[in-house]
């Protein structure tokens, strides 16, 4: 009982905490890029808009992370990735391990290999910002935090701010990027 009167208390101190980190993260204003990278995870709006950003021009390349596979049954992704694009060139990777650490070392990978210094992320809003510290030590250049247009319920906002706090707190044992 003492328990959960703690918690109840607590809970307003920890939702308005998650607020800058998970509801409204630090986004930037676009600007042009070596390549657009769009992270895996639920929800598929993102890779529409990383589309979209290469479409309009951002970026003559473009990283879609598959964490599910090549052989997914997510349209979204496995379409494109199976689709030649006109204008810029799409690439698709399976993350190894299929994380936002994995993510971060096939994008330091490629950017070494192919000279990146500035590149757009895209992720979904209560990512950003978790996403934003495990890129920054991964690569060396300039990234610039997207957020996708995904609609969340009060229930998914309620998971994800204990999925990205679990997140923030594996990051501490994980420091080998």
């Avoid at 808009?49 to 992370?65: D, H, K, T």
Wanted: glycine residues 8%; charged residues 20%.
């Amino acid at each position: 009982m003492l328990a959960a009167a703690a918690v109840l208390a607590l809970l307003p101190a920890l939702v308005g905490a998650g607020l800058p980190v998970y509801v409204y993260p630090q986004v930037d204003p676009l600007r042009k890029a070596d390549a657009i990278v769009v992270l895996g995870g639920n929800g598929v709006d993102r890779y529409r808009y990383g589309l979209e950003l290469a479409r309009q021009g951002y970026a003559p390349n473009v990283l879609f992370s598959n964490p599910y596979g090549e052989y997914t049954d997510i349209d979204e992704v496995r379409e494109p990735c199976h689709t030649p694009q006109v204008g810029f060139t799409l690439e698709c990777f399976a993350p190894d391990p299929p994380t936002t650490l994995g993510e971060g070392r096939e994008l330091r990978r490629v950017a070494a290999a192919r000279g990146w210094h500035t590149v757009i992320v895209v992720t979904m809003r209560p990512h950003l910002s978790r996403a934003r510290y495990i890129l920054a030590e991964c690569f060396s250049g300039e990234l610039v935090m997207r957020a996708s247009t995904e609609r969340f319920s009060t229930g998914y906002w309620a998971w994800s701010y204990l999925y990205q706090t679990a997140g923030y707190l594996r990051t501490l044992t994980e420091r080998d990027c």
